[in-house]
């Protein structure tokens, strides 16, 4: 057994993961503090498994970038 103490730490949820914990908890039966520890030991354990590396999927859109005063910051080039 582990002899270290629990460490707390304070999570913020959006709206859309607080009511996806909910569900959780209502499923399962159990506290939501035993569900976000289950979730964070899964968690944990895959990103080791990983040698830390973590996938993020990041979604990029191209924007023109204005200034203050609306006007672009580069000029457009004809080709």
């Known amino acids: 057994m582990d002899s270290t103490k629990p460490k707390q730490v304070r999570v913020y949820l ?3 993961e607080i009511g996806m914990l ?7 039966g159990m506290r ?4 976000l ?3 964070c030991t899964a ?13 993020l999927a990041v979604r990029f859109k191209l924007a023109e ?5 609306g006007r672009p910051l580069t000029k ?3 080709r």
Do not use: F, W
Request: glycine letters at 0%; charged letters at 30%; hydrophobic letters at 40%.
């Open 65 to 69: 970038e204005v200034t203050a005063t």
């Open 37 to 39: 520890t289950l979730l």
């Open 14 to 16: 959006r709206e859309q």
């Open 32 to 35: 939501d503090t035993a569900v």
């Open 43 to 55: 968690a944990l354990k895959a990103a080791k498994e990983a040698d830390y590396r973590i996938p």
């Open 76 to 78: 457009k080039v004809s």
């Open 22 to 28: 909910n569900e959780l908890v209502e499923i399962t």
